[in-house]
């Protein structure tokens, strides 16, 4: 069904003297007709392989055999009839998915139409999947006004419109809920068993693992393990409290590569070599360090980060608010008049790590474009730092989001045709006087980002660009960071990086971060906990750790959600 072979994607950057290797070397074999999943760290490659599949990207050197054609070998255009009739791609990125101003109904259409068919057996198509999918409901919407669940369930659609062989979902669920979540993938596996659609899904959500057949690991641009149901990891519900055994699978690809992972060479202290002692009367093979015979680190390695214990300050009862919402109420008209927030009252304080948590399309995302400023059609008052946002006072808000205020939305904030240095320095040109509070060097190491600093932003992974945008956004200051999912298709390590910088940032700065999340294992003890419901503020609480582990108990429970 989908067999790669030795596959190599290499980025020539002459303005770097030299290139950027994605994959280097990279198996691959899919049976037909199976639901498997694509795992490993932010930039490893997995992005890069699925576009090669699909043959949106040709690879450097390699093969590439899917459904019993050299995909490598084609022709742009036999490529596009290739793609439109065989293979769905459903983006991590709602709007890559869309066209923003068309209805639900009109883009699905599109690729029916892209096949030659009539306006009415286009019509009878769209209106049986939208059955199917059940969102019949969301048919005359406009695209640009869905939901990130919605956006995604119809993304959905649109990549099944054609009855493709083969689905390939690149993060398909990295912004939702757990209730949207789990409708994704109950629709996968029912695509996947009814229709024997072979899906192949990019992820690194634990609720993946239990439903797909096998999980390949890559790493570094190579195939480094293949876990199916008897051997994938456990994932540990307290990332601070060391494990007494691990048990690690490696793959051994067509090269006789083997993949050592980070957690062994940095347990053993490895640098350029590693020695193997056979005891055949045992029949095991032991690794040890040459150099140092002796060696086992017992220092905390680097894929797991300790999150500092965040411990908000006294506040006095005198102190004035970073952020005053009063009555805020904001309507959609798409059809027709859709109430989203209702006489929303919310007081944020210096010096609070806030998460605002609740169900797909409650209006989270809403609140932030609202008091940030970029939607000002809104009922009601938002004040930040004692200034109102009006729809006429242009110039004063484009003040606040310059000096005082940070929005990081689900896209990227970074000028893509611009390295990222060049990035920090524009953003920075006008702010020399002010002094950050953490260094921008030691921003790019500790967040793996300093080997591609000069790169153009639009070559970067979905993963490096969302720490990319976070470490922008440190390095500017500001007084409030306004954040919507800030851990969202990272990998577990970065996820708890990002945690961290927010809350050394929130105590030693006594700047304010609001961040809107599905990522309940991200909230931690002591941070105040924001949940929309019925389209106002309906829980407002400081979260215990025994609330945190709740969170984390719902969070991996294999139970169905309820409404």
Same mark, same amino acid.
Do not use: W
């Given at each position: 069904?989908?067999?790669?072979?030795?596959?190599?994607?290499?980025?020539?950057?002459?303005? +770097?003297?030299?290139?950027?290797?994605? +994959?280097?070397?990279?198996?691959?074999?899919?049976?037909?007709?199976?639901?498997?999943?694509?795992?490993?760290?932010?930039?490893?490659?997995? @992005?890069?392989?699925?576009?090669?599949?699909?043959?949106?990207?040709?690879?450097?050197?390699?093969?590439?055999?899917?459904?019993?054609?050299?995909?490598?070998?084609?022709?742009?255009? *036999?490529?596009?009839?290739?793609?439109?009739?065989?293979?769905?791609?459903?983006?991590?990125?709602?709007?890559?998915?869309?066209?923003?101003?068309?209805?639900? =109904?009109?883009?699905?259409?599109?690729?029916?139409?892209?096949?030659?068919? #009539?306006?009415?057996?286009?019509?009878?198509?769209?209106?049986?999947?939208?059955?199917?999918?059940?969102?019949?409901?969301?048919?005359?919407?406009?695209?640009?006004?869905?939901?990130?669940? *919605?956006?995604?369930?119809?993304?959905?659609?649109?990549?099944?419109?054609?009855?493709?062989?083969?689905? +390939?979902?690149?993060?398909?669920?990295?912004?939702?809920?757990?209730?949207?979540?789990?409708?994704?993938?109950?629709?996968?596996?029912?695509?996947?068993?009814?229709?024997?659609?072979?899906?192949?899904?990019?992820?690194?959500?634990?609720?993946?693992?239990?439903?797909?057949?096998? #999980?390949?690991?890559?790493?570094?641009?190579?195939?480094?393990?293949?876990?199916?149901?008897?051997?994938?990891?456990?994932?540990?519900?307290?990332?601070?409290?060391?494990?007494?055994? =691990?048990?690690?699978?490696?793959?051994i690809d067509s090269y006789s590569y083997l993949f050592l992972p980070n957690q062994i060479k940095?347990?053993?202290?490895?640098?350029?070599?590693?020695?193997?002692?056979?005891?055949?009367?045992?029949?095991?093979?032991?690794?040890?360090?040459?150099?140092?015979?002796?060696?086992?680190?017992?220092?905390?390695?680097?894929?797991?980060?300790?999150?500092?214990?965040?411990?908000?300050?006294?506040?006095?009862?005198?102190?004035?608010?970073?952020?005053?919402?009063?009555?805020?109420?904001?309507?959609?008209?798409?059809?027709?008049?859709?109430?989203?927030?209702?006489?929303?009252?919310?007081?944020?304080?210096?010096?609070?790590?806030?998460?605002?948590?609740?169900?797909?399309?409650?209006?989270?995302?809403?609140?932030?474009?609202?008091?940030?400023?970029?939607?000002?059609?809104?009922?009601?008052?938002?004040?930040?730092?004692?200034?109102?946002?009006?729809?006429?006072?242009?110039?004063?808000?484009?003040?606040?989001?310059?000096?005082?205020?940070?929005?990081?939305?689900?896209?990227?904030?970074?000028?893509?045709?611009?390295?990222?240095?060049?990035?920090?320095?524009?953003?920075?040109?006008?702010?020399?006087?002010?002094? #950050?509070?953490?260094?921008?060097?030691?921003?790019?190491?500790?967040?793996?980002?300093?080997?591609?600093?000069?790169?153009?932003v639009e070559n970067y992974s979905q993963g490096e660009k969302k720490r990319a945008t976070m470490?922008?956004?440190?390095?500017? @200051?500001?007084?409030?960071?306004?954040?919507?999912?800030?851990?969202?298709?990272?990998?577990?390590?970065?996820?708890?990086?990002?945690?961290?910088?927010?809350?050394?940032?929130?105590?030693?700065?006594?700047?304010?971060?609001?961040?809107?999340?599905?990522?309940?294992?991200?909230?931690?003890?002591?941070?105040?906990?924001? *949940?929309?419901?019925?389209?106002?503020?309906?829980?407002?609480?400081?979260?215990?750790?025994?609330?945190?582990?709740?969170?984390?108990?719902?969070?991996?429970?294999?139970?169905?959600?309820?409404?």
């Amino acid at each position: 069904m989908i067999n790669l072979e030795a596959i190599t994607k290499i980025y020539p950057k002459p303005e +770097l003297g030299r290139s950027i290797v994605a +994959l280097g070397g990279c198996d691959l074999d899919i049976k037909s007709g199976s639901f498997v999943s694509i795992i490993g760290p932010s930039g490893a490659g997995k @992005s890069t392989l699925m576009r090669i599949i699909s043959g949106l990207e040709q690879p450097t050197s390699g093969k590439v055999n899917v459904l019993s054609h050299d995909v490598d070998l084609m022709s742009k255009k *036999e490529l596009y009839d290739f793609r439109l009739q065989n293979i769905g791609f459903l983006n991590q990125i709602p709007h890559y998915n869309l066209f923003p101003e068309l209805t639900v =109904e009109r883009n699905l259409m599109v690729p029916t139409r892209l096949l030659g068919k #009539s306006l009415e057996e286009s019509k009878k198509q769209v209106d049986e999947i939208l059955e199917q999918m059940e969102i019949k409901h969301l048919a005359l919407r406009k695209a640009k006004l869905l939901s990130m669940g *919605e956006s995604m369930r119809v993304s959905l659609a649109i990549s099944l419109t054609n009855s493709p062989s083969i689905l +390939l979902a690149d993060e398909p669920t990295g912004q939702l809920d757990k209730k949207n979540t789990k409708i994704i993938l109950d629709l996968l596996k029912k695509i996947n068993q009814e229709e024997k659609t072979t899906i192949v899904v990019v992820s690194h959500d634990p609720n993946y693992f239990s439903v797909v057949s096998e #999980s390949f690991l890559i790493f570094n641009g190579r195939l480094g393990a293949i876990y199916t149901q008897e051997n994938f990891p456990e994932e540990s519900e307290d990332k601070d409290k060391p494990v007494a055994s =691990e048990t690690f699978v490696s793959h051994i690809d067509s090269y006789s590569y083997l993949f050592l992972p980070n957690q062994i060479k940095e347990l053993l202290s490895l640098n350029k070599k590693v020695k193997f002692i056979v005891n055949h009367e045992s029949k095991k093979i032991y690794l040890e360090n040459p150099e140092s015979p002796e060696s086992f680190a017992g220092k905390e390695i680097s894929q797991h980060v300790k999150i500092p214990q965040y411990q908000p300050r006294k506040r006095d009862k005198k102190e004035t608010s970073i952020l005053e919402c009063t009555d805020l109420t904001k309507f959609y008209y798409s059809p027709r008049k859709e109430l989203i927030l209702q006489n929303l009252n919310l007081q944020i304080y210096p010096g609070e790590l806030v998460f605002l948590i609740g169900p797909s399309g409650t209006g989270k995302t809403t609140l932030l474009n609202l008091v940030s400023g970029i939607d000002r059609d809104f009922i009601g008052s938002i004040r930040i730092l004692g200034e109102e946002i009006l729809s006429s006072n242009f110039t004063a808000i484009d003040k606040l989001r310059s000096h005082s205020v940070y929005y990081s939305s689900q896209y990227i904030n970074l000028y893509p045709s611009m390295t990222l240095i060049e990035n920090i320095n524009y953003f920075t040109v006008n702010k020399k006087s002010k002094q #950050s509070f953490y260094d921008t060097n030691h921003l790019l190491q500790y967040l793996s980002l300093d080997d591609i600093k000069n790169q153009l932003v639009e070559n970067y992974s979905q993963g490096e660009k969302k720490r990319a945008t976070m470490l922008l956004g440190l390095v500017l @200051s500001p007084r409030i960071m306004l954040i919507d999912e800030p851990t969202a298709n990272l990998d577990e390590l970065n996820k708890r990086k990002i945690i961290s910088l927010f809350v050394e940032y929130v105590m030693g700065t006594n700047a304010s971060v609001l961040a809107v999340t599905h990522d309940l294992l991200s909230v931690i003890p002591n941070s105040r906990i924001l *949940e929309i419901e019925d389209n106002k503020i309906g829980k407002d609480m400081i979260a215990t750790t025994e609330f945190c582990n709740k969170l984390k108990e719902q969070y991996l429970s294999k139970k169905d959600v309820k409404d």
